[in-house]
């Protein structure tokens, strides 16, 4: 059974796509064998697997029912949207359904009623999963296309976001940007982000209703106008620095920043002719799985490659348990025409019983101990199988001793801690008077200041006295005619010429001075 199904799959290359196998059953002169191969998925219509989320609240219409009218008939507003009634509603979901011949299904805005305030609706499509395009994506406008919007893009589930391309009408008005077309575009420029006024000028709203970002004829200025050459596609991708990520991404956001105009000025007096209406969002792309699966299902509600050379992970983006023997990488699309699969491989198997817990590549054979030891250990590992931390690190406990993360800095404060080293829960060794994980709490009686010190006054056992206070248990501040540490001693009794008459200018001076030694002190315990 085995053999047929190798057989069966050491057929198909031939009559599918490049880099569509993982692996195939080969006859070599050492017997028949598995040989791996650089591998992706296949491109899906990606709207089939989307979360769609339409900002502000409130932006579609319906609710209260509305009506409006269009640019070709600004008079006739017999349409009407009504989000309680299933026929009149125009709700997100219809941007992403199967488009049947016929009449379209739309989202639909709220009309510009708040003219002149800007009309301005986000629409964000997430995958929760990295997603490589392979073709345009195209977004269809009913009823004219806005008149500026930009497309943005996110590689982190929305965490954060970049500008993808700007459209306008008038792209130096709109964004202060000249308007080019990315068929004007070079090898060097291939993932610059541009304004383009392609999409933004009005021709009559239904001969022109599509919105493109352009990858083919991105993918063009390499693989030639009909993508005959995709072999140069391929390298190119590889070697040039963030052209592959320009093509990837988790989420699309489309910034709608001004209505179509029909072509003319803003019309106070019908604004119900001013609106959004989006019936098709088409996003063709594949899973990005490093190269590491052909297959990408959707499970649980989000799409996950089926890793193959024993990798894993929603990306294929780490090495397997037991298969971290070296660092884990992507595999490539060179050597042409079959790449290079870069698996991961089982512990035991690359450097004879060496292993490094993916923190080295290399090992290194030391003759007069007679032991194999990595070597470079990276992630602030040390030690011959990397399995130790790094001093000034400890242990990451919940992390797996091939975790990039398993070793933690101490951070010991500086000051309060004995040294920068700690133990194996990450607390450090405190000076006295010194507390805290990282030494950086003083003791109950100690106060801090560059390290903790004992108290020289407080609230209880140490108090000020004859009405001084106490200034951040450093210091008695005294009242004038008092001196000592706790103003326990009457300037009288040290120097009787201090009780003649009102206090002095002395001593007035004197209690200046320790307001200034005061402030002095807190500015040193701020630090
Ligand atoms: C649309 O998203 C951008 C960030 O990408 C945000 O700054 C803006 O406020 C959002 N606009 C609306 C109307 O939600
Ligand atoms: C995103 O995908 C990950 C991995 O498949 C999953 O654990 C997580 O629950 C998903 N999050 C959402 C919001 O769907
Ligand atoms: C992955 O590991 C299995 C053993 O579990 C092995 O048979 C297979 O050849 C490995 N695949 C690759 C691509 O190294
Ligand atoms: C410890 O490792 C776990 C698992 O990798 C990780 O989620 C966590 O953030 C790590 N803790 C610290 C403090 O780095
Ligand atoms: C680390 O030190 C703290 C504080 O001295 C102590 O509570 C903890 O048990 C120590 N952990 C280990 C593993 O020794
Ligand atoms: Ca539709």
């Given at each position: 059974m085995l053999h047929l199904l190798a057989l069966l799959l050491h057929c198909v290359p031939l009559a599918m796509g490049q880099y569509d196998i993982c692996k195939s059953w080969v006859t070599t002169d050492d017997g028949p064998s598995w040989e791996f191969y650089a591998c992706q998925p296949k491109a899906m219509r990606m709207k089939d697997y989307v979360t769609v989320r339409v900002d502000p609240a409130g932006i579609t219409c319906g609710d209260p029912p509305e009506r409006f009218c269009t640019h070709e008939n600004p008079y006739l507003c017999s349409d009407e949207c009504d989000a309680s009634n299933p026929d009149l509603a125009h709700p997100p979901k219809l941007m992403f359904d199967s488009e049947d011949e016929g009449l379209a299904t739309y989202w639909q805005s709220v009309t510009w009623r708040r003219y002149p305030e800007p009309l301005l609706a986000n629409i964000t499509l997430s995958w929760n999963k990295s997603i490589e395009l392979t073709d345009d994506i195209v977004i269809t406008f009913e009823y004219g296309r806005p008149t500026i919007m930009?497309?943005?893009?996110?590689?982190?589930?929305?965490?954060?976001?970049?500008?993808?391309?700007?459209?306008?009408?008038?792209?130096?008005?709109?964004?202060?940007?000249?308007?080019?077309?990315?068929?004007?575009?070079?090898?060097?420029?291939?993932?610059?982000?541009?304004?383009?006024?392609?999409?933004?000028?009005?021709?009559?709203?239904?001969?022109?209703?599509?919105?493109?970002?352009?990858?083919?004829?991105?993918?063009?200025?390499?693989?030639?106008?009909?993508?005959?050459?995709?072999?140069?596609?391929?390298?190119?991708?590889?070697?040039?620095?963030?052209?592959?990520?320009?093509?990837?991404?988790?989420?699309?956001?489309?910034?709608?920043?001004?209505?179509?105009?029909?072509?003319?000025?803003?019309?106070?007096?019908?604004?119900?002719?001013?609106?959004?209406?989006?019936?098709?969002?088409?996003?063709?792309?594949?899973?990005k799985c490093n190269l590491h699966a052909n297959l990408c299902t959707f499970k649980e509600g989000s799409l996950q490659c089926e890793c193959e050379h024993n990798t894993t992970g929603q990306d294929c983006g780490k090495c397997k348990k037991n298969f971290r023997s070296r660092s884990w990488r992507a595999g490539s699309y060179l050597p042409l025409p079959n790449g290079s699969p870069n698996a991961c491989a089982a512990a035991g198997s690359a450097f004879g019983n060496c292993e490094c817990y993916g923190h080295s590549?290399?090992?290194?054979?030391?003759?007069?101990?007679?032991?194999?030891?990595?070597?470079?250990?990276?992630?602030?590992?040390?030690?011959?199988?990397?399995?130790?931390?790094?001093?000034?690190?400890?242990?990451?406990?919940?992390?797996?001793?091939?975790?990039?993360?398993?070793?933690?800095?101490?951070?010991?404060?500086?000051?309060?801690?004995?040294?920068?080293?700690?133990?194996?829960?990450?607390?450090?060794?405190?000076?006295?008077?010194?507390?805290?994980?990282?030494?950086?709490?003083?003791?109950?009686?100690?106060?801090?200041?560059?390290?903790?010190?004992?108290?020289?006054?407080?609230?209880?056992?140490?108090?000020?006295?004859?009405?001084?206070?106490?200034?951040?248990?450093?210091?008695?501040?005294?009242?004038?005619?008092?001196?000592?540490?706790?103003?326990?001693?009457?300037?009288?009794?040290?120097?009787?010429?201090?009780?003649?008459?009102?206090?002095?200018?002395?001593?007035?001076?004197?209690?200046?001075?320790?307001?200034?030694?005061?402030?002095?002190?807190?500015?040193?315990?701020?630090l």
């Open positions: 930009m497309l943005e893009k996110s590689l982190d589930n929305g965490r954060t976001w970049h500008p993808y391309q700007y459209y306008a009408d008038d792209c130096m008005e709109a964004f202060s940007m000249p308007a080019r077309r990315v068929r004007d575009l070079s090898t060097t420029s291939a993932n610059r982000v541009l304004c383009t006024e392609e999409y933004s000028r009005w021709a009559g709203s239904k001969k022109e209703k599509t919105v493109r970002f352009e990858v083919r004829d991105r993918f063009a200025i390499f693989a030639g106008p009909d993508l005959k050459n995709m072999d140069n596609l391929y390298t190119r991708l590889e070697s040039a620095k963030g052209l592959k990520d320009f093509f990837t991404v988790t989420d699309l956001r489309m910034r709608l920043l001004r209505p179509a105009l029909g072509g003319t000025y803003v019309q106070r007096e019908n604004l119900y002719k001013y609106f959004y209406a989006v019936s098709n969002i088409e996003v063709t792309g594949r899973c590549n290399r090992c290194s054979y030391i003759d007069f101990l007679n032991v194999v030891t990595c070597v470079s250990c990276k992630h602030n590992t040390r030690g011959q199988h990397c399995q130790h931390c790094r001093l000034g690190f400890y242990r990451n406990s919940s992390a797996e001793l091939d975790d990039e993360n398993v070793c933690i800095e101490c951070n010991c404060n500086q000051i309060g801690s004995m040294h920068d080293r700690c133990n194996e829960t990450g607390y450090c060794e405190c000076r006295e008077g010194a507390t805290g994980p990282k030494c950086d709490d003083c003791l109950p009686n100690y106060y801090w200041r560059q390290g903790c010190f004992p108290n020289v006054c407080d609230d209880e056992l140490l108090l000020c006295q004859n009405g001084g206070t106490c200034y951040q248990n450093q210091r008695c501040i005294c009242p004038v005619g008092f001196k000592g540490v706790l103003c326990q001693q009457s300037r009288c009794e040290v120097d009787k010429k201090d009780c003649d008459g009102a206090p002095g200018v002395g001593s007035s001076l004197g209690t200046v001075a320790l307001g200034v030694l005061a402030l002095q002190l807190r500015a040193w315990g701020d």
